[in-house]
């Protein structure tokens, strides 16, 4: 699977810069990001689909590192010889060797297998991940922008209006954008609901233990 398309901040600006007189782009910037993260978390449209990796005897606990920029908000699934393994909650279980028929996840992005493989073997383990941009993130996947770019524009100016005394505060409006944000999201999550949303992505990326 191909590397996504990513776009810098700077390419949201004609959604917003013209509702926000005179607010410095690295303000905007931020709160596009803080927007973008949020949106990200709650809808989970940024999916990555680990490479194989491989697994080792007696070694339980697997740590899968996310794409530059991004970080892991939740572990959807994982399978190993590409059978789809069993989530688990939080319960104890026992490090016993066997061949692994489920996980648990111990943090976002770090599964543990259970039972624990009792040979070495290459290539066996996969993991899909949700994704966001990271704290500190200059980039974002341009299927953000492509097909959510208003509704994370909207989350940006909501916060940025609701700063008072500036020549872009604009107390009246937060709510309008703030319902286009909140609306936006709330329609990503039925669709979600409903078996997944068009503008869903994928991505592989490097994994390591």
């Known amino acids: 699977m191909a590397n996504l398309l990513m776009v810098g901040w700077r390419d949201f600006l004609p959604l917003l810069q013209s509702s926000l007189p005179r607010c410095p782009v690295p303000q905007i910037i931020s709160e596009l990001r803080s927007a973008a993260i949020r949106f ?8 990555h689909r680990s490479d194989l ?7 339980c606990r697997y740590v899968f590192e996310p794409p530059p920029d991004a970080t892991v908000v ?17 319960r104890v279980v026992r490090d016993e060797p066997g061949i692994p028929n489920s996980f648990q996840v111990e943090e976002p992005g770090v599964v543990r297998l259970i039972p624990c493989p009792r040979e070495d073997e290459e290539a066996a383990l996969q993991t899909v991940n949700v994704l966001a941009p990271y704290v500190t993130a200059g980039v974002c996947p341009k299927f953000l922008l492509d097909f959510h770019g208003e ?26 954008e703030q319902k286009k944000f909140d609306n936006g999201l709330a329609e990503i999550r039925i669709r979600e609901m409903r078996g997944g949303t068009d503008c869903k992505q994928e991505i592989n990326s490097p994994a390591f233990f």
């Not at 990200?40 to 999916?47: D, G, L, M």
């Open 53 to 59: 990796m491989d697994v080792y005897k007696d070694e």
């Open 40 to 47: 990200c978390k709650e809808t989970r449209v940024w999916r």
């Open 151 to 176: 509704i994370i524009a909207s989350g940006a100016k909501a916060m940025l209006m609701l700063v008072p005394d500036k020549p872009w505060s604009d107390p009246a409006r937060v709510q309008v």
């Open 74 to 90: 939740s572990t959807r699934e994982a399978s190993f010889r590409g059978e789809i393994l069993i989530p688990l909650d939080d």
